[in-house]
């Protein structure tokens, strides 16, 4: 049973830092790409950053380019998010997801991924 399961999520005030994790286990197939995504309140889900799992190759979507940094431990099989500079707009519920294959997290397509954890809320006060 695949499983991603993400923590680290709380409350920072803005300019503050967080570092998410996101555990992966279950896959017995192999897939092309990890990402991020975060949902605000009223507004659709968004791409933040993609890892392909091949060669480890890092994505940004702008929104979050220069702030964010994406990483992976493939022996402890987590993938994290750390999150500086963080601002009030970049309070939302992020989700790691996987994309068995394909360009949906490059794109930002979140109905392109194919299995998704159940978030962790950031919240970022000013």
């Known amino acids: 049973q695949v499983q991603l399961v993400e923590s680290g999520g709380g409350l920072v005030q803005a300019g503050g830092s967080l570092t998410l994790s996101c555990v992966v286990s279950?896959?017995?197939?192999?897939?092309?790409?990890i990402g991020w995504f975060r949902q605000a309140p009223g507004k659709e889900r968004e791409g933040v950053s993609c890892?392909?799992?091949?060669?480890?190759?890092?994505y940004y979507h702008d929104s979050v380019k220069d702030r964010f940094t994406a990483s992976r431990d493939n022996a402890k099989n987590t993938i994290y998010l750390q999150m500086n500079n963080l601002k009030p707009e970049d309070t939302a519920v992020y989700y790691c997801?996987?994309?068995?294959?394909?360009?949906?997290?490059?794109?930002?397509?979140?109905?392109?991924?194919?299995?998704w954890g159940k978030g962790t809320l950031v919240t970022v006060s000013s």
């Open positions: 279950g896959f017995t197939s192999d897939y092309s790409t």
């Open positions: 997801a996987v994309e068995v294959r394909g360009s949906s997290c490059y794109m930002g397509y979140s109905s392109g991924m194919d299995f």
């Open positions: 890892i392909r799992r091949r060669d480890g190759d890092l």
